[in-house]
C-alpha cells in the first residue's frame, strides 16, 4: 500500500477549540481505517505546521479524497 505523509495546520476556528482536538484526531483515524487506510505515526510539531501525519492508504484518490474530507 503506498505511504503518505500529510502536513496539517490549526485554522483560527481549531485553535479556539483546542480542548475537541483529541476527539477529532480519534474521529480522523476512524475516517482513514473507514476507507481502508492505517496511520502508521502521528507528530506534533512546532513552525509553520502543527501536526505530521505519516499513512497509508489503497490509492492517492483515496488518501486526497480523505484528507480532504477530515479537512472539511
Do not use: C, H
Request: hydrophobic share 45%; charged share 20%.
Amino acid at each position: 500500500m503506498p505511504a503518505y505523509v500529510v502536513l496539517f495546520k490549526f485554522t483560527d476556528q481549531g485553535i479556539r477549540d483546542i480542548k475537541n482536538i483529541p476527539d477529532g484526531i480519534k474521529g480522523s483515524i476512524q475516517a482513514i481505517e473507514a476507507a481502508g487506510g492505517k496511520i502508521l505515526s502521528l507528530y506534533s510539531t512546532i513552525d509553520e505546521y502543527d501536526f505530521v501525519v505519516i499513512g497509508e492508504a489503497p490509492s492517492d484518490e483515496v488518501a486526497l479524497t480523505t484528507v480532504l474530507g477530515i479537512g472539511s
